[in-house]
């Protein structure tokens, strides 16, 4: 049973660039949501994709955008890269619960750096 | 908002000792849950152990057990016989409960724990 998976592991980019990250759900699950962690700190909450629709957001500009696929797959964008945007995503999945009681699982991220 | 607040930055135990990891958080709800999440270097969050908000006993998972004190809103993860495998960054989370809360998670900004052999 393969659990959430990420694509590509490590990217670099330039500033001003745009970027697309991938992220394969677990098997059974149909939530996706996306976090970015800067280096030695928390991951932060960007958005949640559920029937392929954005459901929550956290406080991302609009240069973070999302797309999520009728097979629960999702990409993660960003346009305009700053400086400031480099840090390891993760993706996490789940099964959407009416008591939001779903565990979340994690993928291995991947470090995006900007220079 | 909801804030979580780990106010130690790094520990460290022996092996086969005990370690307490602290954690405190700030909310206005009744209907949460709390987490604890390990980070090795390999960088995938592992969940560790889960606490629901109406449940008065702590929550154990083996060698692994919290000291929940919801009036104090406190959430702190206990390790018993450390082994060298539980070095890692160990986060602590809050999620609100009901649907609408999706999977949105606020973490703490971690605990680095190093076990010395």
């Known amino acids: 049973d393969a659990g959430v998976t990420q694509s590509p592991t490590h990217l670099i980019k330039t500033r001003g660039q745009q970027v697309t990250l991938r992220c394969s759900p677990k098997?059974?699950?149909?939530?996706v949501s996306w976090y970015q962690q800067a280096l030695g700190q928390g991951p932060q909450f960007i958005f949640q994709y559920y029937e392929e629709e954005e459901r929550q957001r956290g406080n991302f500009p609009d240069r973070f955008s999302g797309h999520q696929f009728p097979n629960y797959s999702s990409e993660l964008n960003v346009n305009a890269l700053l400086l400031g945007d480099s840090a390891l995503y993760l993706c996490?999945?789940?099964?959407?619960?009416?008591?939001?009681?779903?565990?979340?699982?994690f993928g291995n991220g991947t470090r995006l750096t900007v220079t | 908002a909801q804030t979580v607040t780990q106010s130690q930055p790094e520990m460290s135990v022996q092996e086969a000792e005990t370690v307490t990891l602290s954690c405190t958080y700030d909310?206005?709800?009744?209907?949460?849950?709390l987490f604890w999440y390990k980070q090795p270097p390999s960088r995938q969050m592992i969940l560790v152990i889960r606490?629901?908000?109406?449940?008065?006993q702590n929550a154990t998972e083996n060698r692994f057990s919290v000291n929940f004190q919801k009036a104090a809103k406190s959430f702190s993860l206990k390790i018993s016989d450390s082994q060298l495998g539980d070095a890692a960054m160990y986060f602590c989370a809050y999620r609100r409960g009901g649907e609408t809360s999706g999977s949105r998670l606020t973490f703490g900004e971690g605990t680095q724990l190093t076990v010395n052999p």
């Open positions: 909310t206005s709800e009744s209907d949460y849950y």
């Open positions: 996490a999945s789940s099964l959407r619960s009416h008591s939001g009681n779903s565990p979340l699982h």
């Open positions: 098997s059974g699950h149909d939530t």
């Open positions: 606490q629901e908000a109406y449940k008065q």
